[in-house]
């Protein structure tokens, strides 16, 4: 069973462009949840879509968004990029991620490598 | 806003010795999950603790949940070189859906 994948691994932009990854689940997972890695913040997490609608959200303005596709693949996009937006974006599948009693797992992908210059 | 303070943030230790990395918050979690991140990697999960108290033993490798179920603790008996990594715990929020908060980290160096 094919794991998580994310293109593209690597990106370099530059100070207000936009961006758009991509996140492919494990086949069968309808849980896609996005999170940003920093050295001083370490891994936050940006929003969660589920059957494609964003079912949680972290604490990050607009300029983050997201969408899901009927197949559960889910693209996340940032706009007018800053310079703190620098990081290891990653994407993470489970079966139903979060159903109230559910303990789903979560399998994570390579992650995006991000520089804003 | 819930914190999951891991300690200590670095280690470095010589092959064949033992550590204890801690996972603390004020906030209670229905779950705790341990991760290792090699780097260029995405985090792959250890274990899954759900019941305070609870131990988990994967070879050398011992997980245990608090009681009160707001902190953990990961204990490597023996490290290996193939230890090395970012060691991450994440404690699992159920407040309506399903939340995961991950702590700060432990970067664990073993040397041989």
């Known amino acids: 069973k094919a794991g998580v994948t994310q293109t593209p691994r690597y990106l370099i932009k530059t100070r207000g462009q936009q961006v758009t990854l991509s996140c492919s689940p494990i086949s069968g997972h309808r849980s896609v949840s996005w999170y940003q890695q920093t050295p001083g913040q370490g891994l936050q997490f940006l929003f969660e879509?589920?059957?494609?609608?964003?079912?949680n959200k972290g604490n990050f303005p607009g300029r983050f968004s997201g969408r899901q596709f009927s197949n559960s693949r889910s693209e996340m996009n940032v706009s007018t990029l800053e310079l703190g937006d620098s990081a290891l974006y990653l994407c993470a599948s489970s079966l139903t991620g979060g159903l109230p009693k559910s303990t789903d797992t979560q399998y994570f992908g390579p992650g995006t490598r991000l520089t804003v210059l | 806003t819930q914190l999951l303070e891991q300690s200590p943030q670095f280690l470095s230790i010589q092959e064949g010795e033992n550590l204890t990395v801690y996972c603390n918050s004020s906030?209670?979690?229905?779950?705790l999950q341990w991760y290792r991140q090699e780097p260029g990697e995405g985090p792959v999960l250890l274990v899954t603790v759900v019941t305070g108290g609870e131990v988990k033993k994967l070879k050398r490798l011992t997980f245990q949940f608090g009681d009160a179920r707001k902190d953990s603790s990961l204990h490597i008996t023996a490290a290996q070189p193939g230890d090395t990594g970012l060691y991450l715990c994440?404690?699992?929020?159920?407040?309506?859906?399903?939340?995961?908060?991950f702590g700060t980290g432990t970067r664990l160096k073993v040397l041989a």
């Open positions: 994440a404690g699992g929020l159920r407040s309506g859906t399903y939340k995961y908060i």
């Open positions: 879509y589920f059957s494609e609608t964003q079912r």
């Open positions: 906030s209670v979690f229905s779950s």
